[in-house]
């Protein structure tokens, strides 16, 4: 994460994602690539202490398509 991290707010999500780091890299890209979120800080990749794999997290700005939404 950088020094300048968004803080919570509304249309801000932050995500964990654990698993591989392949598998990690497929779900960020996924979120990245939706029309209705902007990926906008990705840490780096933390090794998990108890279990196989890492995390990485995500804050994620959720954007609301023309029309609203729900």
Known sequence: MTGRELKPAAGVVRVRLLGSALDAD????????????????????????????????????????AGGGS
């Open 26 to 65: 497929i779900v960020a890209a996924i979120i990245a690539a939706s029309p209705d979120a902007i990926v906008a800080e990705r840490s780096r990749p933390y090794r998990n202490r108890d279990e196989a794999g890492e995390r990485v997290y995500l804050t994620v700005r959720v954007t609301r398509p």
